[in-house]
């Protein structure tokens, strides 16, 4: 088992550029997320998909957008990037509460 | 929407010694409280968590305490090791809102040897 993987691992993207970042289960949860992490502020969840078929705004979902293309599958898309979504960008999935990351994205928006 | 205070922000102590981390939440509905060590460059992993219905848990040199009334709970580390040394993370979440976790703002521990 894979776990949750994530593409790419890093990337730099100018201001105004758009870019999806993947993510991907393989252990059959039905909920998946994705966070982003600064220095001192802990994950803040951007957005999050309970089941196939459904998403959910969490915290910070301001300037992104999410698709849930399957049960395995959870993309985040920056439309027009900002140097403000530079940070580095963590996929999850679980089941009953229990969550595993995947290894994670660094994003630089110049 | 759920709030979740983490203190301190760095812990130092000596190896041997044990380090509590401290969190409150402000939704009482919260029902799930993980805990998770996040080392240089790494994603977070599960060290240890808590459901509601009980009060507290031990694995080996970790322990965790949930006090419901107060809206707060605990991680212990005892007998800490140089390994020990990451950054911990407290969550908690409703499990009928799809488990997603609000995040605690962090606590780099730093045990020297």
């Known amino acids: 088992n894979a776990g949750v993987t994530q593409t790419p691992k890093f990337q730099v993207l100018k201001t105004g550029q758009s870019m999806t970042l993947q993510c991907a289960q393989d252990?059959?949860?039905?909920?998946m997320y994705w966070y982003r992490q600064d220095p001192g502020m802990g994950l803040r969840l951007i957005y999050y998909?309970?089941?196939?078929?459904?998403?959910d705004k969490g915290e910070v979902p301001n300037g992104y957008n999410v698709s849930r293309l399957n049960k395995r599958e959870f993309s985040l898309r920056l439309e027009s990037a900002a140097p403000s979504q530079t940070s580095v960008y963590f996929c999850?999935?679980?089941?009953?509460?229990?969550?595993?990351f995947g290894p994670g994205t660094r994003l630089t928006v110049l | 929407g759920e709030n979740v205070e983490q203190h301190p922000s760095t812990l130092s102590v000596q190896e041997g010694d044990s380090a509590v981390i401290k969190c409150t939440y402000s939704?009482?509905?919260?029902?799930?409280f993980p805990w998770y060590k996040q080392e240089l460059g790494k994603r977070p992993q599960l060290i240890i968590d808590?459901?509601?219905?009980?009060g507290e848990k031990k694995d080996q040199r970790i322990a965790v305490t949930l006090n419901k009334t107060a809206k707060h709970f605990s991680l212990h580390i005892t007998e800490t090791q140089p390994e020990d040394s990451a950054v911990y993370f407290c969550?908690?979440?409703?499990?009928?809102?799809?488990?997603?976790?609000?995040f605690g703002q962090g606590t780099e521990l730093s045990v020297k040897p």
């Open positions: 939704d009482s509905a919260s029902n799930y």
């Open positions: 969550a908690a979440s409703i499990s009928n809102q799809g488990g997603k976790l609000i």
């Open positions: 808590i459901r509601s219905n009980v």
């Open positions: 252990m059959n949860h039905n909920s």
């Open positions: 998909s309970a089941s196939e078929g459904t998403t």
């Open positions: 999850a999935s679980s089941e009953r509460g229990l969550s595993s």
